[in-house]
């Protein structure tokens, strides 16, 4: 996994414009996930991530990619209002995950995946 990340690290920030699609900066902005059950699959305890989300999006862009359980529960639990001041962007690619995590001022994540690639 380290290797993989170094190597296309390099190549998603030379192939991928998914900053200036968004319009966000390099280091301007909070890059977010959240897909795990323990953590979708409660409602207060979503609620509460979604809220953090939106505190932050009123000091810092907040960029998020949205999961499908995710999406799933925001919907069922109606949490929609919480998006409204973030980037809820559909799922990204691989490359473009590796940028937006490249380039965030801060990570915040349940996902184990980025967390080791954060730390690369």
Not at 25 to 38: G, Q
Not at 50 to 66: D, G, M, R, T
Request: glycine share 2%; charged share 25%.
């Amino acid at each position: 996994m380290y290797d993989a990340t170094l190597l296309f690290a390099q190549k998603a920030l030379k192939s991928r414009d998914i900053l200036k699609t968004l319009g966000v900066f390099p280091k301007k902005y909070v890059f977010c996930t959240v897909h795990r059950a323990e953590n979708t699959d409660i409602k207060d305890r979503l609620e509460n991530i979604l809220q953090s989300f939106e505190y932050l999006s009123k000091e810092f862009a907040v960029v998020l990619p949205l999961h499908p359980r995710t999406k799933k529960m925001i919907s069922i639990f109606k949490l929609e209002q919480y998006l409204k001041t973030i980037k809820v962007i559909n799922p990204a690619s691989f490359l473009d995950m590796l940028c937006l995590e490249k380039n965030a001022s801060l990570i915040i994540t349940d996902s184990g995946g980025v967390q080791k690639e954060a730390y690369f």
